[in-house]
């Protein structure tokens, strides 16, 4: 069934549709909710949250073609309203000054594919010099699968801006890792999925 549909039969009021639209995202919110805080009850209440305010506000949603990308904005929304407020100030981070940490385990799962520690540390080095939103744009369209329409969609910025992400960041990779290193780790993004 295409999101269009489901999302439809959400905004009617069937129980089944929300239920869908959770199995089929919960795990992708989630990796993405790691990726601004490693605090899990934050995360997994921020998705609950979510969820439960989707089917209470059903009847006002609009039309939507896309449910990842909608679902993506509304938890990283969710997510910086909740630090915000668990920080009890008004200068509490924002979408660009949050920290986003592309894949926290990658260390881990680059030795686990048994290359040398110093490829580690250099995949490590060279995921440092990309920007926060860099990161974040790589993570959504090679971890997640997302076209450049559904990146600029939850990062709510224009297609040329995610393009010019993407580009930044697979050009500065490039500069700090070989070329083999490189494939490796946009396949573990792409295995990832």
């Avoid at 915000?84 to 940490?101: C, T």
């Amino acid at each position: 069934m295409e999101d269009k549909q489901l999302w439809q039969q959400l905004r009617d009021g069937r129980e089944d549709a929300l239920e869908r639209i959770y199995r089929e995202h919960v795990d992708a919110l989630l990796r993405y909710g790691y990726q601004f805080t490693t605090d899990t009850n934050l995360i997994e209440d921020c998705v609950h949250d979510l969820f439960v305010n989707l089917w209470r506000n059903r009847q006002g949603l609009g039309p939507n073609d896309s449910i990842r990308p909608y679902l993506l904005v509304a938890l990283r929304r969710r997510i910086i309203r909740q630090t915000r407020q668990g920080m009890k100030i008004q200068h509490a981070p924002d979408a660009e000054s949050m920290d986003f940490a592309a894949v926290p385990s990658i260390d881990e799962a680059i030795i686990g594919r048994e290359i040398s520690d110093e490829q580690a540390a250099q995949i490590k080095a060279a995921m440092a010099q990309l920007s926060k939103r860099q990161r974040e744009a790589l993570y959504l369209k090679y971890y997640e699968g997302l076209s450049y329409e559904e990146i600029c969609e939850a990062l709510e910025i224009n297609y040329q801006s995610v393009r010019n992400l993407v580009f930044a960041g697979i050009k500065a990779l490039r500069k700090h890792l070989t070329v083999l290193l490189l494939i490796m780790v946009l396949l573990y993004f792409a295995a990832g999925r």
